[in-house]
């Protein structure tokens, strides 16, 4: 049974509507293991020329890691993502040595790739049991300096990974957009030949 009431207009595995982004966390830690295995489906993302630009870091609770990467966040985000499990940085990179080159040169697609790497690491979480919910609120300038990313480097969006918890944990106001949300029609979306959208 889909975990969610959302209805997609054309036959899709239910994975993909069962996903969702949710701020209620349990609070429950979680093994890097687990969490390898989440990065390890972002690794098989595809990429332009297999470039492989997307870039991970992280801290799980109840680690010395956990209250740096948890300060990094914006106070709205902190606020229920400190019920998380597991916090990680999405970086690229921006340039890439064309296979048999030495040279870099600027990797053209970096934001594309790891947009797609993402979304294995969130579906193949949804996929084990877990939550993840990506967040562009955080302090992209203190995260580079206290996590150390050097030049050439892009920092996208932390993502919070949980289990599903019990959304009185919210405040009223969060409480209520605790709820899966719908989408676009795709005739919205896509077209067949020219551009009428
Ligand atoms: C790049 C990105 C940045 C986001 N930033 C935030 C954020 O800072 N805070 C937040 O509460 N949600 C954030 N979200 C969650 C989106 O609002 C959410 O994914 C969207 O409404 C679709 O809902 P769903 O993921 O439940 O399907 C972000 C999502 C993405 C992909």
Excluded: C
Excluded at 112 to 129: E, K, P, R, V, Y
């Amino acid at each position: 049974m889909s975990a969610t009431p959302r209805i997609a207009d054309y036959a899709i595995n239910e994975q993909f509507i069962n996903r969702w982004s949710p701020r209620a966390f349990t609070a429950e830690p979680i093994s890097e293991e687990t969490l390898l295995s989440f990065l390890e489906a972002a690794r098989w993302a595809p990429s332009a020329n297999n470039s492989q630009p997307w870039r991970f870091l992280y801290a799980r609770r109840d680690t010395p890691n956990w209250e740096r990467y948890l300060n990094l966040l914006v106070p709205a985000n902190r606020s229920w993502a400190q019920q998380a499990s597991a916090l990680v940085v999405v970086i690229s990179k921006t340039t890439y040595a064309a296979p048999g080159a030495t040279e870099e040169r600027p990797a053209l697609w970096h934001t594309f790739d790891t947009g797609s790497a993402w979304g294995h690491l969130a579906l193949q979480a949804s996929i084990s049991g877990w939550h993840t919910h990506g967040m562009a609120g955080f302090d992209q300038e203190l995260a580079r300096q206290e996590l150390k990313v050097p030049e050439g480097y892009v920092l996208h969006a932390m993502v919070a990974i949980g289990k599903l918890g019990d959304k009185s944990s919210l405040n009223e106001a969060l409480q209520a957009r605790e709820v899966p949300s719908p989408r676009k029609p795709l005739s919205e979306l896509a077209a067949e030949g020219d551009f009428s959208l």
